[in-house]
């Protein structure tokens, strides 16, 4: 089942994007090929990061025009999205994925 990260640097907290991938090794691996690596080992030597540097979360895309009408769409979309999948208490981060504000973003347990 393929799912989606948020690959970003543990060192600079910078996002890379948003990767489809079966794991967060899966994920990493496609980013570092969006950026013409071979593989993760091929990024690795050439930049000179550590392998522990980049790091994977998975992530919820939800369509944020459900929320419109909603005070607070991202807090909504959470609140949603936690009852949907007893997460009753997790911190989700809710966010915008980008300046359109059309889809926003949850950070959820693997398990997920």
């Keep these: 089942m393929t799912k989606t990260y948020e690959v970003t640097n543990r060192a600079s907290g910078h996002s890379f994007g948003y990767y489809p991938g079966a794991s967060a090794d899966e994920a990493i691996a496609a980013c570092c090929h969006e950026a013409g690596?071979?593989?993760?080992?091929?990024?690795?030597?050439?930049?000179?990061?550590?392998?522990?540097?980049?790091?994977?979360?998975?992530?919820?895309?939800?369509?944020?025009?459900?929320?419109?009408?909603?005070?607070?769409?991202?807090?909504?979309?959470?609140?949603?999205?936690?009852?949907?999948?007893?997460?009753?208490?997790?911190?989700?981060?809710?966010r915008w994925q980008d300046g359109q504000r059309d889809t926003i973003i949850l950070t959820v347990p693997e398990h997920v």
């Design 37 to 94: 690596y071979e593989s993760w080992a091929r990024a690795q030597s050439a930049t000179e990061c550590p392998l522990g540097n980049l790091r994977a979360d998975r992530v919820a895309v939800i369509d944020a025009a459900p929320y419109a009408d909603e005070d607070d769409c991202l807090l909504a979309a959470a609140e949603a999205y936690a009852a949907k999948h007893d997460l009753a208490g997790w911190d989700l981060s809710p």
